[in-house]
């Protein structure tokens, strides 16, 4: 399938970084991954995933069906059990949809959401997807306890008609509790790892609930697939995920510190957060990797376009620039009082495309390295492609880096104080 997708690394907007040394490092990478021979390969079965799931999809289609039935459903989850599916049901939510299909819980300990939570659903036709591989982690525990003590209240039957667990196939607390109530379920694979998982159950059923298209989600992951796992395309000019990966070693090797996703919509924020996740989580080991943050322009340009501008010089950013989106024209005003009449009938989304450019090139003037990937449209087979593009170079940009992208001990260390805290 054509694939209208391009990383753009501009010369000009790069400036400053070595990439050639960088090239040839995460070519080298892109061999650890593709052989398996790098630490936590038995995490790698991501890598096939696009075409791997596809005997799951009639289930999961029919399961989603059986879902939206219901008023509203919960989606309980945290990290890389949560993130992925609400970046892709965000990247397409009607902006001011008063009752969402999908709500999300079990990714905070915030009471005060609890309580509105269990307020809205109070009463209410509801479902809970509830998601941890682990099953075992505190918030997306704590949250489900409402929603199972709410609906346990209305009857067993209740419990197993509306409660699907996504879990690991064989261990932990939640699959011990589907199987004991009869609870539909699905399985995260033991060689995914969560926030690898989007392309799975954990997020494709979310997805699907909320009527995205989950098969051209995959499709597009597919195309990209192929296309970066070519044999032929060995080099960062033929191989975008190889190009951006080289972008981000470079930039670290040049002292650089902070990667900074800057999105053009609001309803990419999520989006970003996931992104941050996927590096964060890998590559943040040993004293390596690039501090994940993120921008939404325009809005942070009023905020943060000055530290950005002019703040200390650890930071790059890459820009994800989306070519179309729908017309809709400026209309012209009386006067010309605030100097923007020549705004009127240039579309909203040129003037921000022409935000960005703008932005890119001031940013690279005050010294911060550009990288733009540009997709054609924010469809969902231009997102699975952009999903599964992250997922490669953050696996290729990980072991370039010299650390394992697919643990995270780190997170081990506040979980065993709160234990101890909570005795
Ligand atoms: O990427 C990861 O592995 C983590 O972010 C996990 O997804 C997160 O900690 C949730 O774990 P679990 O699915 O076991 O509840």
Request: with cysteine; net charge negative.
């Amino acid at each position: 399938m054509k694939q209208d997708y391009a990383v753009r690394i501009d010369p000009v907007l790069a400036a400053g970084l070595d990439r050639t040394k960088a090239a040839a490092d995460v070519c080298r990478a892109r061999q650890t991954l593709e052989h398996g021979s790098g630490p936590g390969a038995a995490s790698t079965g991501w890598l096939e995933l696009p075409a791997r799931i596809e005997p799951e999809l009639d289930r999961l289609e029919e399961v989603a069906a059986d879902l939206r039935r219901h008023e509203a459903v919960v989606v309980v989850g945290i990290g890389g059990s949560y993130l992925g599916a609400r970046a892709v049901i965000e990247a397409f939510a009607a902006p001011f949809d008063p009752a969402p299909k999908v709500l999300f819980a079990g990714h905070h300990l915030d009471a005060r959401y609890h309580r509105a939570l269990l307020e809205r659903l109070s009463g209410a036709d509801y479902a809970v997807n509830v998601i941890s591989k682990s099953g075992t982690t505190t918030e997306p525990g704590c949250a489900f306890r409402f929603l199972w003590d709410d609906l346990g209240r209305r009857g067993d039957r209740e419990l197993a008609s509306r409660v699907v667990a996504t879990t690991d196939r064989a261990r932990g607390a939640l699959r011990e509790l589907a199987d004991a109530h009869g609870l539909r379920s699905f399985e995260v694979p033991d060689d995914v790892g969560g926030r690898f998982s989007v392309l799975t159950a954990v997020g494709l059923l979310p997805v699907a609930v909320a009527g995205i298209d989950i098969r051209a989600l995959l499709a597009g992951a597919r195309g990209m697939m192929e296309r970066l796992r070519d044999p032929a395309a060995d080099s960062p000019d033929t191989n975008p995920a190889l190009a951006y990966a080289a972008f981000r070693l470079a930039a670290f090797r040049a002292g650089k510190r902070v990667e900074v996703l800057s999105t053009t919509a609001p309803h990419l924020g999520c989006l970003a957060e996931w992104w941050k996740q996927l590096f964060g989580e890998s590559e943040g080991k040993g004293g390596q990797g690039l501090f994940p943050a993120a921008l939404s322009l325009t809005t942070d340009l009023h905020s943060l376009g000055q530290w950005m501008q002019d703040g200390p010089r650890i930071v790059v950013e890459t820009a994800l620039d989306v070519v179309w989106e729908q017309p809709l024209a400026i209309p012209a005003m009386e006067g010309d009082r605030d100097g923007l009449g020549h705004l009127a009938g240039r579309t909203v989304h040129d003037v921000n495309r022409i935000a960005l450019a703008a932005t890119l090139e001031a940013h690279r003037d005050g010294g911060v390295p550009c990288c733009r990937l540009e997709i054609d449209r924010l469809d969902a087979s231009h997102l699975g492609a952009l999903l599964y593009f992250f997922e490669y170079a953050c696996g290729v940009s990980a072991y370039a880096l010299g650390v394992n992208p697919f643990d995270q001990p780190g997170v081990e260390a506040y979980k065993k104080n709160m234990h101890r805290l909570l005795g």
